[in-house]
């Protein structure tokens, strides 16, 4: 079978929940936000500094590869800065055909100029309702649902849950955490998980990406995560390829969807290539598969350019790709009735067409 061609994967209706917002900046934004603040860049021209961040987080570690926020980190500090890359974000996800989008960011981490959480929370939202209004007019419309994200190491998680159900009507659809995960289990943030069960929300946990089967076992069993952030080591408890054993036939039985992160996880080491990436498997064997871009700077990539990937890796056709899709949107945080529109009015209409 023919690959689609990038080309043509960009005009069909995406949908993406695991993208990160500070892993997301424009080279050229990045450029001029530095110079503002006098933050000294490895590298001054946009292509050269595009070239830069994938390089660098080519390392095969995620710890090395996580070392490379601290550039992007460094630009966000205040509400013009958070406002402009959540426009941008919008808008360079609705030109890449997304029509929904799950952008995450750990707000802990935007407080070296004296902003409160509120502030930087607030700042990002407008930003992302300004991009979701310019790409509308362009012809382009998409819906962001944001999720606020605690880093793993630090000990904030219980501040940044209360933070996201505090904006949960304005914009913020879920919590995560995120960083470093070998020595640092999820059930170190254990509180603020059984807080967001009373409360009623969502989460998704970065586990299963750098450490393996124990991490994913905590993350569904201990802290009742909806969703799992990569999840990729999952295959780890699947004998010769066909035989689950009993955490992947639950992750499977109970349909927990896997935000799979394909080119991320060849440069952190996690898959050897694409076309060894566990999703091969994983969607052969029918679990809850979703594709995402994890972070577009750093990888180099889009939306549009993973689907490239896998069908070219996978011979996946418009088939598959639809059903990524809907797998999105059927995992999506946002009310029932809202992802079934998205589904029935703009995803299965599009992908008709395209079936032929
Ligand atoms: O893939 C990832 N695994 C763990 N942590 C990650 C990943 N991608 C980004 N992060 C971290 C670095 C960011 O600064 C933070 C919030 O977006 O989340
Ligand atoms: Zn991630």
């Excluded at 005009?11 to 503002?36: C, F, N, S, V």
């Excluded at 590869?65 to 013009?80: D, G, I, N, R």
């Excluded at 959480?117 to 649902?145: H, Q």
Aim: net charge negative.
């Amino acid at each position: 079978m023919v690959a689609i061609s990038h080309s043509d994967i960009v005009k069909a209706p995406k949908a993406l929940l695991h993208d990160h917002l500070d892993g997301g900046l424009r080279p050229e934004t990045i450029i001029e936000l530095a110079a503002e603040i006098g933050h000294e860049l490895p590298a001054t021209d946009p292509e050269a500094l595009g070239a830069w961040f994938v390089a660098a987080a080519d390392s095969g570690s995620l710890e090395r590869y996580l070392e490379t926020f601290a550039h992007t980190v460094a630009v966000m500090q205040t509400p013009a800065a958070l406002h402009r890359v959540a426009k941008e974000c919008a808008l360079d996800l609705a030109a890449d055909g997304v029509v929904y989008a799950e952008v995450r960011y750990a707000p802990e981490q935007h407080l070296e100029h004296g902003l409160s959480l509120d502030d930087v929370v607030e700042a990002v939202n407008a930003g992302f309702v300004e991009g979701c209004e310019e790409a509308a007019a362009l012809g382009r419309p998409i819906r962001v649902g944001v999720l606020l994200t605690a880093m793993r190491h630090a000990a904030r998680s219980q501040e940044i849950a209360e933070l996201s159900v505090r904006f949960r009507d304005q914009g913020v659809v879920g919590f995560d955490i995120a960083g470093a995960e070998a020595g640092f289990p999820p059930t170190r943030h254990l509180d603020a998980f059984e807080y967001l069960q009373r409360e009623n929300f969502h989460f998704t946990i970065h586990a299963g990406e750098a450490f393996g089967l124990p991490s994913i076992w905590q993350a569904i069993q201990w802290c009742g995560a909806d969703r799992l952030g990569h999840g990729v080591r999952l295959v780890d408890d699947i004998a010769g390829g066909e035989v689950l054993g009993r955490l992947a036939a639950y992750v499977r039985d109970k349909r927990i969807p896997l935000e799979l992160c394909p080119s991320s996880n060849v440069q952190t080491g996690a898959a050897a290539s694409i076309a060894e990436h566990p999703i091969g498997l994983l969607h052969d064997l029918r679990f809850r598969v979703t594709v995402n871009t994890d972070n577009r700077l750093m990888s180099g990539t889009s939306m549009s350019r993973e689907m490239a990937l896998l069908s070219e890796a996978f011979g996946w056709g418009w088939a598959e790709l639809q059903w990524l899709t809907i797998n999105a949107m059927k995992s999506a945080f946002i009310p029932y009735d809202e992802r079934l529109a998205i589904i029935n009015e703009v995803i299965k209409p599009a992908y008709a067409k395209l079936l032929g």
